[in-house]
Every structure is written in C-alpha cells, then in structure tokens.
C-alpha cells in the first residue's frame, strides 16, 4: 500500500527522491545534486532519526542545535555560486553536513562552531569521509575569522539579527556571501553580491527558520 511504502524503499531510492524532490524545487546545479547524492546524511543525523536522514526536513543534533533541511542546503549551496578554486568560510559547522558538500564543491573550507561537542563530532566525521580540505575552528563565528580573510564566499547557517558587517568585510571585493537574516523564529535568506568597489548586491531569496547566531562561545560542552 502506497502509506507503507516509505518504510519498505532502500536507502538508495530514497535518496533518489530526495533529490528529485530538490531538482523539482529549484535546485538545478549538477556540481551542487551531485555534491548532496554523495554526501551520506545519515552520517551526520543522531541515531534516533537515522531513518529519517533522507527525509527532506531539518532534524535535532546534539546541542540543541539542527542540521538544515536539504532543500535548504541546496538553495543555499547553489546562491554561493562556489568555484572549485575558492577558499570558503562556514560560520556553524553543527553536524559537519553542509561543510562536506561545501568541500566537495570548494579548494578549502574554514569553517567555526560555537559548541565544542559537535566540533569534534564534525571533525571525526570529516575524517571518515577522508576529507582533506576542511579546517575547523572552535569559537565565535560572528567575528568571523580575520586570520584567513579575505574569503571568496562566506556561507552562514545561524540566524544574524542583522547585516553580518564583520563577515562583510571579510569577504573579497567580488564575493558571495549567503545567510539567514532576522530576530524572530523566521528570518529571510540573503545573498550579498560584492560589486568589486565596496558595496554590495542584496537579494531576498526566502523565508527560512534557523536556529541563531549567539554570541561568544557555549560555556557547556
Ligand atoms: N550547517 C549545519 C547547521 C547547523 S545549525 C549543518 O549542516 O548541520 C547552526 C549552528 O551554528 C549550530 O551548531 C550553532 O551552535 C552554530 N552557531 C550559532 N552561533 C554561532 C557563532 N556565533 N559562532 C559559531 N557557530 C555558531
């Protein structure tokens, strides 16, 4: 009976689904479908929700934290616009998922996450896929990481009350940045355009619920 099939599908025709259902809804980038069908999400999911990894709904990881809604990510990862020569900045790594496809699409991604739970979570998880190219670091994000700046696209997964003026500025004269903007439960997904001068580009993409960008590190682990 088609109510049961769900439970009875492989892993494979699941994710086959999924991907048709992000195709459906606008996520049309070859290089970014293929970064998603390669990268195993139930890698990155609690074992309670496993069978539920290619689901296309967020889902709690430890922390309190999520791991985005694959529609999400791929809308996400698509606006980046990432070129294989780019060096990207991740502010919440969380579960590790969107930096594994960020990596895959990416020359290298730094990316910074506030609970040092789910950095070395992350981190073990990226050594298990054999990733080479991901630096992680355990602190505040919304500082961004001046070290390394300028990036050539800077990709946010928590919510920033407002304009994210110091990761702007971390951004190279012609780079993307994308990240939900917003105070309340719902915010609006923004792509900032550099225009090589200064200034940028804004783009209202949609509405989008994140969990927020906080401030300082997490005192617990
Ligand atoms: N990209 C993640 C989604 C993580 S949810 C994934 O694919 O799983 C957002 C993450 O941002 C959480 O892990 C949260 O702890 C982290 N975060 C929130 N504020 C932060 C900050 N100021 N600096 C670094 N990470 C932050």
Redesign the pocket.
């Known amino acids: 009976m088609a109510q049961h099939q769900d439970d009875e599908d492989t892993p494979e025709t699941r994710l086959a689904r999924l991907i048709l259902a992000l195709r459906s809804q606008g996520v049309s980038d070859p290089a970014v479908l293929n970064a998603i069908e390669t990268t195993p999400r139930p890698l990155?999911t609690q074992d309670l929700f496993k069978d539920r990894a290619f689901e296309d709904s967020a889902l709690p990881?430890a922390?309190g934290?999520?791991?985005?809604q694959p529609f999400i990510?791929g809308l996400m990862t698509q606006a980046l616009q990432v070129d294989k020569r780019d060096r990207v900045l991740?502010?919440?790594?969380?579960?590790?998922?969107?930096?594994?496809?960020l990596s895959k699409l990416s020359r290298l991604v730094y990316t910074?996450?506030?609970?040092r739970t789910?950095m070395r979570e992350?981190e073990a998880r990226f050594k298990s896929l054999g990733l080479t190219n991901v630096i992680t670091r355990f602190?505040?994000?919304?500082?961004g990481w001046p070290e390394q700046a300028p990036f050539d696209k800077i990709?946010v997964?928590?919510a920033a009350p407002g304009e994210p003026k110091a990761l702007l500025d971390q951004l190279k004269p012609n780079g993307v940045l994308v990240a939900p903007i917003g105070k309340g439960p719902v915010q609006t997904l923004k792509r900032y355009t550099g225009d090589g001068a200064g200034g940028f580009t804004v783009e209202a993409m949609t509405d989008v619920r994140?969990?927020?960008?906080?401030?300082?590190?997490?005192k617990e682990l």
């Not at 934290?65 to 985005?68: E, K, N």
């Not at 991740?90 to 496809?101: A, M």
């Open positions: 990155f990881i922390c934290q999520t791991i985005s990510v991740e502010i919440g790594t969380g579960s590790g998922y969107q930096t594994t496809i910074v996450e506030r609970y789910l992350a602190g505040d994000g919304g500082a990709m997964t928590a994140f969990v927020p960008l906080l401030d300082g590190v997490a």
